[in-house]
């Protein structure tokens, strides 16, 4: 019996032995929302292969049947981050029941991998943005309205204001046309959550709300204190505000939270 258990005991560590593990985040993480990352596993015993690999991290696992020798396999596991900021994963677990199921050893690898992660967004329709002219916002974008660029000759309506009637094309038939404009440019967007309601966290989140809502569709920027981040439009830019809210408030503390 002794035997029996030194034998399958020095099985079972090199089971779990000369492995390499690496951690891929997402290119977004926000807070209390699960995300996929990647995990590299590599095999670097050139005689024996690794079976029955169970590998967690915080919370999460995922489980690798079976692993050739001097091969690798990327899985997917799922990590959930309850704060914004820097977060910090340092090792993972490997586990294995392999030979037989009476014992099973783990053994701690180190993976270091440092992520941003963006502020949970909570939607706020009563607490309004501040426009690049310090006027409160009141969450409705300008439609088709009378400036910008013509888009087509419309058939007149009754409706349409004397002004936009086109005289020049109305006078070679029978009926009006008035001229129908595209929707004009929105204005620039300058969000300051010193100015949304509730505590640091609230404000942050409404805030990181409000840029993830807008930056499609107008330009926005950040007021974080004295720093501005001038107005820009698209998905890049809402990513680099984000990225400034994820610290925003926490300058000057070390806290490094996990997942």
């Known amino acids: 019996m002794l035997a029996f258990m030194s034998v399958t005991g020095v099985i079972g560590m090199l089971n779990i032995k000369e492995l390499h593990i690496s951690l891929v985040p997402p290119e977004e993480l926000h807070a209390t929302q699960p995300a996929l990352f990647l995990l590299h596993v590599a095999n670097r015993k050139k005689w024996f292969p690794s ?4 590998i967690s991290c915080a919370n999460a696992a995922v489980l690798c049947p079976i692993l050739p020798r001097a091969s690798s396999c ?4 799922p990590l959930l981050f309850e704060k914004r900021g820097m977060a910090a994963i340092r090792q993972v677990r490997v586990s294995s029941a392999f030979p037989v199921n009476f014992f099973i050893r ?9 992520v941003l ?4 967004q ?12 310090e006027r409160r ?8 309205g009378f400036e910008g660029e013509v888009e087509r000759i419309v058939e007149y309506t009754g409706r349409e204001p004397l002004k936009l009637i086109h005289w020049r094309l109305s006078a070679r038939g029978e009926e009006f046309k008035v001229k129908e404009f ?24 409404c805030a990181a709300w409000l840029v993830w809502k807008y930056a499609e569709k107008r330009p926005v920027g950040l007021a974080a204190g004295k720093e501005r981040i001038p107005p820009q439009q698209g998905k890049r830019q809402a990513r680099k505000l984000l ?16 997942p």
């Open 51 to 54: 079976f029955l690999l169970d």
């Open 74 to 77: 990327t899985l997917q596991i």
């Open 106 to 114: 783990s053994w701690l690898l180190p993976v270091n991998c440092e």
């Open 117 to 120: 992660v963006f502020p949970q």
């Open 122 to 133: 909570i939607p706020c329709g009563a607490a309004m943005p501040v426009d690049a002219g």
């Open 137 to 144: 916002d009141h969450g409705t974008l300008p439609r088709q």
């Open 182 to 205: 595209g929707e004009p440019s929105a204005e620039p967007l300058l969000i300051d959550p010193e100015r949304l309601p509730g505590g640091l966290e609230e404000r942050v989140s």
């Open 243 to 258: 990225a400034r809210l994820a610290l925003y408030g926490l300058e000057g503390t070390s806290r490094v939270p996990g």
